[in-house]
């Protein structure tokens, strides 16, 4: 079944929503490997991999439901931060402010009537809980250390080891 205009819209605002996070990590990956921050930039490139993940889902999604995927301008993003931890702090939030959109998601969805859609945004629900956990994780770590102390390199190379999730 079709989904209505409003369903469609927001669904397909979260495609540039998930890409435009891509985007982002990228940046901020960029930015890391500049500072000679190897295992950092390597787990945001695997972040920006999961949020284009993200993007497809939705993207499948509106498809499978006969409607057609519109894609919508993507800012560029941030290139210049204080150090590691501001990076991981707006990152952070920003985590925050994608689960707030899919929250909005699943509301609308249950206004609609739109069970598919109820069902499908469930893996979102959970998986955000997921996404603000693993950032909160690494602010917790970073927390223990000065962006210019030795201990960051020790913390560069365990970040060099995130695997796909
Ligand atoms: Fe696609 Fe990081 O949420």
Redesign the pocket.
């Known amino acids: 079944m079709l989904l209505s205009d409003k369903m469609w819209k927001l669904l397909n605002e979260q495609v540039k929503w998930?890409l435009e996070?891509a985007y982002m990590y990228l940046g901020m990956a960029a930015y890391l490997n500049d500072k000679a921050l190897p295992g950092f930039a390597f787990w945001m490139q695997k972040q920006a991999a999961?949020?284009v993940e993200?993007a497809m889902k939705i993207y499948n999604f509106i498809e499978e439901r006969g409607n057609r995927v519109e894609l919508l301008p993507i800012a560029a993003p941030a290139k210049e931060w204080a150090n590691v931890h501001e990076i991981f702090e707006k990152s952070f939030e920003h985590?925050q402010f994608?689960t707030g959109l899919i929250n909005n998601l699943v509301d609308a969805a249950a206004e609609e009537k739109d069970h598919a859609s109820s069902v499908f945004l469930q893996w979102f629900v959970t998986?955000?809980v997921e996404?603000e956990d693993t950032f909160r994780g690494v602010l917790d770590k970073l927390s223990f250390l000065k962006p210019d102390s030795p201990g960051m390199l020790i913390l560069d190379k365990e970040m060099a080891t995130r695997t796909d999730d």
């Open positions: 998930e996070s999961e949020e993200h985590e994608v998986e955000q996404e």
